[in-house]
Nanobody, 124 residues
Framework: VQLQASGGGSVQAGGSLRLSCAVT????????MAWYRRAPGKERELVAG???????TYVDSVKGRFTISVDNARKTIYLQMNSLKLEDTAVYYC???????????????????WGQGTLVTVSS
């Protein structure tokens, strides 16, 4: 299972970006997916998450500006980021909690899988 994140870049404050994260590999089901970020000098934080029942959660600082969504058919999650602020500058990582089948049993990797990270830089 691999996660490929894309869509990062440089944008001026107030602008928008859309991040994508495609899940490839043989999986039985995607349970939860999420976007995290790590800003310079800060700990990694959960930005947004979405469950397999489409329940979403957001960190307070992005509520009303960011939207997480999932395309189950394409096994891709998106993070639409609007009204970007300087403090949104970070490396963004996608995470997928999936169930796999090895031919005889179902299993899940603790903590799920991670994408490689995509850099978002917001400038004034």
């Amino acid at each position: 299972v691999q996660l490929q994140a894309s869509g990062g870049g440089s944008v001026q404050a107030g602008g928008s970006l859309r991040l994508s994260c495609a899940v490839t590999g043989s999986i039985f089901r995607i349970n939860n997916m999420a976007w995290y970020r790590r800003a310079p000098g800060k700990e990694r934080e959960l930005v947004a998450g979405i469950s397999n029942s489409d329940t979403t959660t957001y960190v307070d600082s992005v509520k009303g500006r960011f939207t997480i969504s999932v395309d189950n058919a394409r096994k891709t999650i998106y993070l639409q980021m609007n009204s970007l602020k300087l403090e949104d500058t970070a490396v963004y990582y996608c995470n997928a909690d999936v169930v796999e089948f090895d031919g005889s049993s179902y299993f899940a990797v603790p903590g799920g899988y991670w994408g490689q990270g995509t850099l978002v830089t917001v400038s004034s």
